[in-house]
């Protein structure tokens, strides 16, 4: 079965680093992309990387601090977090696209379950 399983979730304290990963199964992807939901706001789009990792996209609120990548060998995707505010604390989503149509903040077809994020002050 098609399977995201995302990893390396945490307790960090603010302007620390913390890095995720994303192990993908059952099938390649083409665009890849992280999201977040806080409590008692919506899911937003954090970052997202194209099949071959040469165009990326990051969300003003990120931009500068997270960094998106992929290992097509291995079927893994990354985001790598640092300068963490409490404003970064969420539950972060692996999601992956079958082919590359809409735009870098919609249209996913798959989902992984998510991890927990929480930076403390």
């Known amino acids: 079965q098609v399977q995201l399983v995302e990893s390396g979730g945490g307790l960090m304290q603010a302007g620390g680093s913390l890095r995720l990963s994303c192990a993908a199964s059952?099938?390649?992807?083409?665009?890849m992309g992280w999201f977040r939901q806080a409590p008692g706001k919506e899911r937003e789009s954090v970052a997202a990387?194209?099949?071959?990792?040469?165009?990326?996209y990051y969300a003003d609120s990120v931009k500068g601090r997270f960094t998106i990548s992929r290992d097509n060998a291995k079927n893994m995707v990354y985001l790598q977090m640092s300068d963490l505010t409490p404003e970064d604390t969420a539950v972060y989503y692996c999601?992956?696209?079958?082919?590359?149509?809409?735009?870098?903040?919609?249209?996913?077809?798959?989902w992984g379950q998510g991890t927990q994020v929480t930076v403390s002050s």
């Open positions: 990387i194209s099949r071959t990792g040469v165009n990326t």
């Open positions: 999601a992956g696209k079958a082919y590359s149509i809409g735009t870098w903040t919609n249209g996913y077809d798959y």
């Open positions: 059952g099938r390649t992807f083409s665009t």
